[in-house]
């Protein structure tokens, strides 16, 4: 009974820059559940624009919701059908909970599923909690040699990781990152992990570019948040990069970055859409369509946890020097957290320790 006794908090979202912690009543453990004892959660950028505006794109917030998503921690109680894990076992969590059973489901691409439950994006609650209840298909065991830190990074890592197999990386693709973000960043690693030889990375922030640099970039650029300068800039990539661009990732979205992309990469190319930062844009499609460049949208990720770990345990990504803040599980060390990461700044990936 000393269990039931423990009462499960979660940090909630009440309003426009509120945070509480709070209690948070689990759902009963299904057959095929587990229960997990969070240990580290990352926040991340759709985190802080759910603190800031109660919304991301069409996702909004109308009633009070337990944040966080990129989680990783330890079992405590297993379902009765569950095989593949047992109590106390080191797991790192795919948040997205799809249905199963519609046409994009059964076709495999699970990530586009209109029915998706995803932590901490409403209306579903998310894992910035003590515990939390979640399919054990969706726990991966990590290996020893794999933090629960670095576990939680198999998030963010994903991202990276689904926009190159998207886009076909191999160790023959010369690669633009626009955007030295967290997920620009995170990008590079699973680029270089797939075996692009020659990676660009450019940004209007010559801090981040320095922990690019720093983080194995070959080489990068400082550009301007103005779209007359882009032919310019084009011309120093393409320098820069000794030869075509193969492949150019826009971990942005504005109308500015993708024009860039879509100019610096060679004919016959393609473009990744990573970052959504703008609804809707104007392009210059045509001379792109002309040099048969392809545009390819991502989603957040696919059955990507097996290879991130793998990564990891390798040693052919190392994800510890993007967390760059550390904070405790209290409402003053969940104030400061959200508060640095919506700051921007020198904060790279700011993760809670449970």
């Known amino acids: 009974m000393g269990e039931e006794a423990e009462e499960n908090m979660a940090v909630w979202l009440l309003g426009v820059k509120t945070l509480k912690i709070q209690p948070y009543s689990l759902p009963s453990l299904g057959p095929h559940d587990?229960?997990?004892?969070?240990?580290?959660?990352?926040?991340?950028?759709?985190?802080?624009?759910?603190f800031k505006n109660m919304r991301v794109a069409?996702?909004?917030?109308?009633?009070?919701?337990?944040?966080?998503?990129?989680?990783?921690?330890?079992?405590?109680?297993?379902?009765?059908?569950?095989?593949?894990?047992?109590?106390?076992?080191?797991?790192?969590?795919?948040?997205?909970?799809?249905?199963?059973?519609?046409?994009?489901?059964?076709?495999?691409?699970?990530?586009?599923?209109?029915?998706?439950?995803?932590?901490?994006?409403p209306p579903t609650n998310g894992s910035l909690a003590n515990l939390v209840v979640h399919p054990a298909n969706l726990c991966f065991k990590l290996p020893d040699n794999v933090s629960l830190e670095?576990?939680?990074?198999?998030?963010?890592?994903?991202?990276?990781?689904?926009?190159?197999?998207?886009?076909?990386?191999?160790?023959?693709?010369?690669?633009?990152?626009?955007?030295?973000?967290?997920?620009?960043?995170?990008?590079?690693?699973?680029?270089?992990?797939?075996?692009?030889?020659?990676?660009?990375?450019?940004?209007?922030?010559?801090?981040?570019?320095?922990?690019a640099k720093n983080l194995g970039a070959d080489e990068i650029i400082h550009v301007s948040t103005d779209i007359q300068d882009v032919c310019e800039e084009v011309v120093k990539i393409q320098n820069a990069i000794g030869a075509g661009v193969?492949?150019?990732?826009?971990?942005?979205?504005?109308?500015?970055?993708?024009?860039?992309?879509?100019?610096?990469?060679?004919a016959g190319g393609k473009v990744c859409l990573v970052g959504l930062g703008q609804s809707e844009m104007s392009l210059p499609l045509t001379p792109a369509a002309a040099r048969e460049?392809?545009?390819?949208?991502?989603?957040?990720?696919?059955?990507?946890?097996?290879?991130?770990?793998?990564?990891?345990?390798?040693?052919?990504?190392?994800?510890?020097?993007?967390?760059t803040h550390r904070f405790s599980f209290t409402q003053q060390g969940v104030e400061d957290a959200f508060d640095i990461s919506s700051q921007g700044g020198n904060a790279i990936k700011v993760m809670f320790n449970l």
């Open 34 to 50: 587990v229960k997990v004892r969070m240990k580290a959660v990352g926040i991340c950028g759709s985190d802080v624009h759910h």
């Open 58 to 121: 069409n996702f909004v917030v109308k009633k009070p919701m337990v944040m966080g998503h990129e989680c990783a921690g330890i079992v405590e109680e297993i379902g009765s059908q569950v095989k593949s894990l047992a109590v106390g076992d080191r797991v790192a969590l795919e948040p997205g909970i799809c249905c199963r059973k519609c046409s994009i489901c059964k076709n495999g691409r699970y990530n586009l599923c209109p029915e998706m439950k995803f932590f901490g994006s």
């Open 150 to 211: 670095e576990g939680a990074m198999c998030e963010p890592l994903s991202v990276g990781v689904h926009a190159c197999t998207r886009a076909g990386i191999c160790p023959k693709t010369k690669v633009l990152i626009v955007g030295a973000g967290p997920i620009g960043l995170v990008t590079m690693l699973a680029a270089r992990a797939f075996g692009a030889p020659k990676i660009v990375i450019v940004d209007i922030d010559e801090r981040r570019l320095s922990f």
């Open 246 to 266: 193969d492949v150019s990732f826009d971990c942005v979205g504005f109308d500015k970055t993708m024009t860039m992309a879509l100019a610096a990469t060679c």
């Open 293 to 323: 460049i392809d545009v390819i949208g991502i989603f957040r990720y696919r059955n990507t946890w097996p290879l991130c770990i793998e990564f990891l345990r390798s040693g052919k990504i190392d994800v510890k020097p993007l967390i």
